[in-house]
């Protein structure tokens, strides 16, 4: 495979934070390989299967969680790091391991944790995503934790841009194996970053039209998703209205994958290093400037009309309410807790409530639901509307 330049190398990785000393061979994997077996074999990936998505605890099969979100990613983010010629493995490690650190219920159950943490520090599912793939997540006998390499951390880190003001958890982190906070991130953490926008502008539009929460022609109010669902109609004038949907989604895909990849390389110009692609000073993988409006205008139209539908809005103050007196049960009566969890809880402040949060935000939202009624007898109503 070519590798590019301005690509990670996993010969030359910075390294780990633990040593690890291990009798036998470790096979033909790169380093970056291993850091993508290692999330997908752990827990906290697998998890991910029963979050939420866009819906919360969706009855049916049909709609996406966490973890087929992250397999798409992941998809798209080998496309184009193929094309860009940097490095796949570690590209698809970030894309699956992006979303490690939501709790139950997606955004409603992070925020209610920043409620009820605010006084411990708060709560951010991407620090808590680096707290638990380094420290939380820890199946080897020699470390805690799964011990990535500093080119996976520094991109799950950041994989956003610089952190200026990092929290609590990922502060820990840093002083114990310094991420660089202050500068951009590989290509590869670029890429999985865009992938992600990618995947969800797009098939969140395919899980609200099957939902009935989005409208086909409400939709087409975008002129650039009407010009290319007449030309779908165009090509197919026969097909079923849901297999023309599904090819539209699929047609949007390829649209943003190409424009990013002409823009990127434009960017690229001069920029000979991995070296040189954290000391740009800027994002170098992107849309084109015409894309970047069109998908603006695309997440704008997404949030009025899906993500704060009224029906989203009153489940998600229903999923609040449910991470928000499990938290309070936890603290009144630790008890309550399972025994492993009970053993290690901490005596002082902050750092039990930062322990009761871990525990819940590895929670899958059918177990926090079953949770919430082993302790108060009853869960909230309603808390699935798909």
Same mark, same amino acid.
């Given at each position: ?128 995503? %680096? #707290?638990? +793939?380094? =420290? ?9 934790? @799964?011990?990535? /390499?500093?080119?996976? *951390? ?90 023309? %949907? #599904?090819? +539209?989604? =699929? ?9 990013? @990849?002409?823009? /990127?390389?434009?960017? *690229? ?113 309603? *808390?699935?509307?798909?």
């Amino acid at each position: 495979m070519h590798r590019a330049p301005y690509a990670s190398d996993p010969a030359a990785s910075r390294g780990r934070e633990f040593n690890e000393e291990r009798e036998g061979s470790r096979g033909p994997r790169s380093e970056f390989q291993r850091d993508r077996d290692r999330i997908v074999h752990s827990i906290a990936f697998r998890r991910l299967r029963s979050k939420t998505q866009v819906f919360i605890a969706p009855d049916g099969d049909h709609y996406r969680t966490r973890l087929t979100h992250s397999i798409e990613v992941a998809q798209i983010g080998r496309v184009l790091a193929r094309e860009l010629g940097l490095d796949e493995d570690l590209t698809e490690a970030l894309c699956l391991g992006h979303d490690i650190g939501h709790p139950p219920f997606g955004h409603a159950g992070e925020k209610a944790l920043e409620d009820a943490m605010a006084h411990a520090g708060g709560y951010d599912h991407n620090a808590q995503g %680096l #707290r638990t +793939l380094a =420290r939380l997540e820890s199946p080897y006998c020699d470390h805690e934790g @799964l011990n990535l /390499t500093w080119e996976t *951390l520094e991109g799950l880190a950041k994989h956003n841009g610089p952190v200026s003001a990092p929290n609590w958890a990922l502060a820990e982190i840093d002083r114990a194996f310094a991420l660089d906070l202050s500068t951009w991130p590989s290509l590869e953490a670029q890429v999985a970053a865009i992938a992600d926008d990618i995947a969800y502008d797009n098939h969140d539009i395919d899980d609200g039209l099957r939902a009935g929460f989005l409208d086909l022609e409400d939709l087409l109010a975008l002129d650039w998703l009407a010009e290319q669902w007449r030309a779908v109609e165009k090509r197919f004038p026969h097909a079923p209205r849901e297999r023309q %949907l #599904r090819e +539209l989604v =699929r047609t949007q895909i390829g649209l943003m994958v190409n424009d990013l @990849l002409s823009h /990127t390389r434009r960017q *690229l110009g001069g920029i000979d290093s991995v070296e040189g692609v954290r000391g740009a000073g800027r994002q170098l993988a992107g849309f084109s400037p015409a894309m970047q409006d069109q998908e603006r205008a695309l997440k704008r139209f997404m949030y009025d009309r899906l993500y704060y539908h009224k029906e989203q809005i009153d489940t998600a103050e229903r999923a609040r309410d449910v991470i928000s007196r499990l938290f309070a049960a936890y603290h009144q009566d630790p008890t309550t807790m399972p025994d492993a969890w009970l053993a290690s809880l901490p005596e002082q402040q902050p750092e039990r409530s930062r322990h009761i949060a871990d525990f819940i935000a590895g929670m899958t939202d059918r177990y926090a639901i079953d949770q919430c009624r082993r302790i108060y007898g009853r869960a909230p109503e309603g *808390l699935s509307n798909v």
